[in-house]
């Protein structure tokens, strides 16, 4: 069956330190691949995507994201993290119908 | 990107009852979508929803007990019907923008008393 797992559901992380959220997806095809950052009682937010091309992907905030075609894998990476950045995180992948499919999320938490 | 009005922000309503909410988008779009998100849950897609068809609805959601306009390309109603307090969520409305990806609005906070 077709899924996008995030096998992380919580994750603590200094302010400073590095952080990496992962994200697995099961499809046939190679999907279009999102991030989506939600703060506490707000939307959703883009941070970055991937359609084609480059693996390697910048977004705002500081976030880029590489695109593993072998190991189905999509996760995000930021080098130093800030207090700013503790939020709920949310993979999402699309395929040709543009139906968009959500992971379960991954919330982060970022201490002093 | 497409910049998306949806409204109310938040409502408190009485079981029984029926909530619609509104998304207006800012420029032309031919693909909207709804979703709910449950409290402490991801997002789950409700229907897509086209101009000038009817809205096609996943599994588990049914066009009675959740109707969706779509009278013209930017602008979607959802309304939720027969609430009961199952149905507290956030909703939110989403549209694809080709080269873009998906924009989403700031939700509809909803709770059924």
């Known amino acids: 069956a077709q899924s996008v797992t995030q096998p992380d559901i919580h994750i603590t992380v200094s302010e400073g330190a590095s952080l990496e959220l992962r994200c697995n997806y099961s499809?046939?095809?190679?999907?279009?691949l999102f991030w989506y950052v939600q703060s506490p009682g707000q939307g959703l937010q883009l941070l970055l995507k991937?359609?084609?091309?480059?693996?390697l992907v910048q977004g705002i905030k500081g976030f880029e994201a590489e695109f593993k075609r072998s190991q189905s894998s999509f996760n995000l990476r930021k080098p130093s993290v800030h207090w700013s950045d503790a939020a709920e995180y949310f993979c999402?992948?699309?395929?040709?119908?543009?139906?968009?499919?959500f992971g379960a999320g991954t919330t982060v938490t970022v201490r002093a | 990107s497409a910049v998306i009005s949806q409204k109310p922000s938040r409502d408190i309503c009485q079981r029984g009852t029926s909530l619609t909410i509104q998304c207006q988008v800012d420029?032309?779009?031919?693909?909207m979508f709804w979703y709910r998100q449950q409290p402490g849950q991801s997002l789950t897609l409700i229907a897509t929803?086209?101009?000038?068809?009817?809205?096609?609805?996943e599994s588990g959601f049914v066009i009675d007990k959740f109707p969706i306009s779509r009278p013209n390309l930017t602008f979607s109603t959802l309304t939720v019907s027969n609430m009961s307090p199952e149905d507290s969520s956030i909703y939110l409305c989403?549209?694809?923008?080709?080269?873009?990806?998906?924009?989403f609005g700031s939700g509809t906070r909803l709770t059924v008393v």
């Open positions: 989403s549209v694809e923008e080709r080269g873009y990806g998906y924009t």
């Open positions: 499809y046939g095809a190679t999907p279009y």
């Open positions: 991937y359609f084609s091309g480059d693996t």
């Open positions: 999402a992948v699309a395929l040709n119908d543009y139906k968009l499919s």
């Open positions: 420029s032309q779009v031919t693909m």
């Open positions: 929803a086209n101009q000038g068809s009817e809205a096609t609805y």
